[in-house]
């Protein structure tokens, strides 16, 4: 099993990126699938997911209503795309798949069995 992530990079406030995910191993849309954060010196926050059941997503407050999490299942690819980024939005993120991500009882839970490997976006002016 493997997750490629990228996609990060350096953007001014305001700006956008997408990060890609990109899965081997295994189907991607055979697990809850999703996408943390952390900023240095603070803890792993989990950004978004989609539970494999319903296709039902999950959004972090702070995030929500900017970042759109999707995936194309023919690429077996997960996306983040992540608008009027902030300073705040700066840290490594992870995509990570088969944790527990409960949208109808705003849970996404912090671990899961397999991490992908991490992609900066460092937000600044």
């Known amino acids: 099993v493997q997750l490629q992530a990228s996609g990060g990079g350096l953007v001014q406030p305001g700006g956008s990126l997408r990060l890609s995910c990109a899965a081997s191993g295994f189907t991607l849309d055979d697990y809850n699938i999703g996408w943390f954060r952390q900023a240095p010196g603070k803890e792993r926050e989990g950004v978004s997911c989609i539970n494999n059941s319903d296709g039902s997503t999950y959004y972090a407050d702070s995030v929500k209503g900017r970042f759109t999490i999707s995936r194309d299942n023919a690429k077996n690819t997960l996306y983040l795309q992540m608008n009027s980024l902030k300073p705040e939005d700066t840290a490594v993120y992870y995509c990570?798949?088969?944790?527990?991500?409960?949208?109808?009882?705003?849970?996404?839970?912090?671990?899961?069995?397999?991490w992908g490997t991490g992609t900066q976006v460092t937000v600044s002016s």
């Open positions: 990570a798949s088969d944790m527990i991500c409960l949208p109808g009882l705003r849970i996404m839970d912090n671990r899961a069995e397999y």
